[in-house]
């Protein structure tokens, strides 16, 4: 018997609905033309407060840490995502992420929490920009079918999952330290690295 969709992708059908309606809502409520796919304000706060509180970094402290990375954030503009003025590209969210479990300021589960959360999230958002482009005159949310919804949400996590699992690979190869864990790990590797 073949795995359901929602059952291989860990979302269940009526949630990939509420989540791409949640973001329909929320496009209509700010009145913008152009559909936003960025990261919600509570994520960033979430990662900031905990990177603050394990660090014991004031946010100037921070914030020169950050640019001291070099990601292409400019500190004017990473101002504006820690007091929430701006919202955070899913990119520059996951490289902060990823940094700041390396430093140890967030632990494994708090990585994996807001991975997750952030790729559910941007599949949402994704879903909602796709079905607004496809129907250039809807006025609410209300016009667009549950399944669309819910169809055009998985489509688009397993596309996510599928570049997530593409970056892995390509950062398996290139660090021997990525590879010695995934083998410590009994993770499926190529012998070809």
């Keep these: ?107 494994a589960w708090m990585c994996r929490d807001l991975i997750l959360r952030a790729q559910v999230c941007e599949a949402a958002q994704l879903s909602a920009r796709e079905l607004l482009n496809k129907r250039k005159r809807l006025f609410s949310p209300s016009g667009i079918r549950r399944e669309q919804a819910i169809d055009c949400f998985y489509a688009n996590l397993s596309i996510l999952d599928l570049e997530r699992g593409e970056k892995a690979m390509k950062q398996v190869r290139r660090h021997d330290q990525v590879k010695e864990l995934a083998r410590s790990l009994g993770l499926n590797t190529p012998d070809d690295f």
């Design 1 to 107: 018997m073949q795995k359901k969709e929602s059952e291989a992708l860990g979302v269940e059908e009526y949630e990939a609905f509420e989540l791409v309606a949640r973001e329909l809502h929320a496009h209509f409520a700010s009145e913008r033309k152009n559909f936003a796919v960025r990261v919600p304000l509570n994520l960033v706060s979430y990662l900031f407060n905990g990177i603050l509180q394990k660090s014991q970094f004031s946010k100037i402290q921070l914030e020169n840490a950050v640019l001291e990375l070099g990601f292409s954030v400019e500190a004017r503009t990473l101002r504006r995502y820690i007091s929430g003025h701006s919202r955070m590209t899913w990119g520059t969210f996951q490289q902060l992420v990823l940094w700041a479990r390396s430093q140890e300021w967030i632990s």
